[in-house]
């Protein structure tokens, strides 16, 4: 099978554990479970729980949207993009430059994102997983052969393909 | 099982290059790799000659460091002496000297009177040093006396390599040079006599073969020179010359004679009568003679007594189907001859150009160096980037020479020709009608695609190489160290 519709079904497996994991914590109310209390929404009314929920579903599927486009986005630069000098550098920060758009949807997340009243900073754990852990993995495991080394530590991770 | 090549005067050293690089490819027939050469120049420093000992050391050097496995690439196992020159002793450099006519004159000797009747006063005491001039006559005086297979030396171990050779296979054993000029026209019919004579009694089972160059270059004349040779000359020369070859029943000592030539004749850059100034640009005939020669070499493809004619299309160019091979070759191996030479074409632009540059870059900064396959053939595989860094250079050396033997064929120094085999554009740049390789700052990655010409199928490019080098994966255990690498990246430019 050709290599890019390989990488592509690997990286879109990536974002198949990243779904499964949103629809674990939605449907297993992992945030209530770990103490997260909803806040306040739009007219200083306490949110319900399905409420509460509904936007957490949202706000990680945008989250998890975003980091999906970036990792594709990464890809389609690699392959099809100028080709990587031998250090890589240029290569190092276009992907620091995606890694920050995926940063950037998760600190939005944050601030935008289902209020909490007490652990609030279990929820930016959840948006930063599923936007900075899964960009990682698909990254440093997936990228195009032309910057195959670029993402720090793939050269530890990447064996054998 | 051997092949053995003597290449006399300055053509003959040209042959010998293109041999090697034929060899560089993995050209010689798969069961005969090995070749022995023996250059033959009465001028040791003639530049052709000097050329070919620096292809042949860079050659060596790229065998020796890199193992790069069982692979076309620098396949065949080819060794080089000489240049044997007839002249023991600088001093003795002229007929007068070399034959003590003086002492044989003072006693009015037969010896001196039929040397004063077969050459000129100017010619008799003309120095050889350089070469003869275009003078055969002299030339085959001078061999003759000189060659002496039982004394120790280069001839007595050339002899002894032959017959130690016979006892697994015949030997094939080619003579090449020119027809029209002096140590080639000497020493062509004189020494593959004297060694098919020598051979007689004890190696029966010798093939020998010659290869003829009919005139395919000329120069201006130089100033100063009094005997030089003429171009104007060459036609008649080469006419008298293909006489003596018939009249002597050359075809009755050789299994094969390749007589190659070119209607439209290159001039070259420098005129020079011998000496390291004489160092004249490659041209595709020799090419097409070094096919002549791998079609010698293969027992596989002997047919007796038959007459192949060769020509190309165009008079105007020389493409991959004007090459000549067998008849009995079928379609498939001759295309896959073609892309062995077409894949270390590719192959030495993209390792100059490319990967040695960025090669370079990680030996400067390792720890930062990115490339796959630097990564996973080097770095990973443990090898040490400073001790891969002498046969990585080497590799580089012998595809700059192979570039610019590449070049040479390419533009050879006549109007009307357009290159046929590759797109000199992509790797050089030329002002008028002097080509020269292009800086590594001048060269465009992505006109890699444009390199091969008229080959009938889809182009290979920049992103595929790159792609295929970083993901190399070379299952040869032979293949080890720097070797591996240079290996992969060869794969990689792999033509379809």
Same mark, same amino acid.
């Given at each position: 099978m050709n290599q890019v519709v390989k990488d592509f079904a690997c990286i879109l497996i990536v974002f198949g554990f990243c779904a499964l994991f949103v629809y674990g914590a939605v449907g297993g109310s992992w945030p209530s479970e770990l103490g997260v209390q909803p806040g306040k929404g739009d007219q200083n009314k306490l949110l319900t729980d399905t409420e509460f929920t509904e936007r957490f579903e949202s706000w990680a599927a945008l989250v998890a949207a975003v980091s999906l486009v970036c990792s594709l986005g990464w890809y389609v630069l690699g392959e099809w993009g100028p080709r990587s000098k031998s250090t890589g550098g240029g290569w190092l920060f276009a992907w620091i430059g995606l890694l920050l758009v995926v940063l950037l949807a998760v600190i939005v997340a944050f601030f935008w994102g289902p209020p909490a009243s007490e652990n609030g900073w279990v929820l930016d754990g959840f948006f930063a997983a599923i936007g900075l852990f899964f960009f990682y993995v698909a990254t440093a495991l997936f990228s195009p052969t032309n910057t195959k080394?670029?993402?720090?530590g793939s050269t530890v991770l990447r064996k054998g393909w | 099982m051997s092949n053995f090549v003597v290449g006399i005067g300055g053509s003959g050293a040209k042959l010998m290059q293109a041999l090697i690089h034929l060899g560089a490819a993995g050209m010689m027939p798969a069961h005969r790799t090995e070749v022995t050469g023996l250059l033959v120049d !009465? @001028?040791?420093?003639?530049g052709n000659v000097l050329d070919c000992l620096s292809l042949e050391k860079a050659y060596q050097d790229c065998r020796r460091q890199l193992?790069?496995?069982? *692979? +076309?690439? %620098?396949?065949a196992d080819i060794s080089l002496t000489g240049p044997? *020159?007839? $002249?023991? @002793? !600088?001093?003795? +450099?002229t007929l007068k000297k070399i034959f003590h006519y003086n002492q044989l004159a003072a006693t009015d000797s037969e010896e001196a009177q039929l040397m004063d009747l077969f050459f000129e006063r100017q010619e008799l005491d003309l120095? /050889?040093?350089?070469?003869f001039r275009g003078r055969p006559a002299i030339g085959a005086a001078v061999f003759a006396n000189s060659v002496d297979f039982?004394?120790?030396?280069v001839w007595k171990e050339f002899r002894s390599s032959i017959k130690t050779s016979s006892t697994a296979s015949a030997p094939h054993v080619l003579f090449a040079g020119s /027809? %029209? #000029?002096g140590s080639g026209a000497a020493g062509l019919p004189t020494l593959s006599r004297l060694l098919s004579n020598h051979l007689k009694g004890d190696v029966t089972n010798a093939r020998f073969g010659l290869i003829l160059f009919l005139p395919f270059f000329q120069f201006q004349q130089v100033e100063g020179e009094a005997v030089q040779a003429d171009p104007a000359s060459f036609p008649m020369a080469t006419a008298e010359a293909l006489k003596y070859y018939d009249d002597q029943n050359f075809l009755q000592i050789c299994n094969s004679i390749y007589a190659v030539g070119e209607e439209f004749p290159a001039e070259m850059s420098v005129p020079a /009568? #011998?000496?390291?100034?004489?160092r004249n640009e490659a041209h595709f005939i020799e090419l097409v003679a070094g096919m002549g020669a791998i079609r010698f070499f293969d027992d596989k493809l002997q047919s007796a007594d038959s007459l192949a004619v060769a020509a190309r299309e165009k008079d105007s160019t020389l493409t991959w189907n004007d090459l000549p091979t067998d008849g009995q070759m079928k379609k498939a191996n001759i295309l896959q001859l073609q892309a062995r030479l077409q894949q270390l074409a590719v192959f030495a632009v993209a390792y100059h150009y490319i990967f040695y540059p960025e090669i370079q870059d990680a030996l400067q900064s390792p720890g930062a160096a990115t490339k796959g396959y630097w990564r996973d053939l080097i770095v990973r595989k443990g090898v040490n980037p400073q001790e891969a860094q002498v046969p990585l250079a080497a590799a580089d050396a012998y595809a700059v020479l192979f570039l610019e033997w590449l070049l040479q064929l390419s533009t !050879?120094?006549?109007?009307?020709f357009y290159p #046929? $085999? /590759?797109?000199?554009n992509v790797f050089a740049k030329s002002q008028g009608m002097d080509w020269t390789l292009k800086l590594l700052r001048d060269f465009?990655? @992505?006109?890699?695609?444009? $390199? $091969?010409?008229?080959?009938p199928k889809s182009r290979i490019d920049y992103r595929t190489i790159d792609n295929r080098a970083s993901r190399a994966n070379v299952? +040869?255990? @032979?293949?080890? #160290? !720097?070797g591996l690498l240079v290996r992969a990246l060869y794969d990689a430019c792999a033509v379809d």
């Open positions: 080394y670029v993402v720090p | !009465p @001028d040791e420093s003639n193992k790069v496995g069982k *692979t +076309d690439l %620098f396949a044997w *020159t007839p $002249l023991v @002793d !600088p001093k003795v +450099d120095s /050889v040093i350089k070469g039982g004394k120790p030396g /027809v %029209f #000029g /009568v #011998g000496a390291k100034e004489q !050879p120094r006549r109007g009307g #046929g $085999l /590759v797109n000199p465009q990655p @992505d006109t890699i695609k444009n $390199l $091969l010409k008229n080959r299952k +040869d255990d @032979d293949a080890q #160290g !720097p």
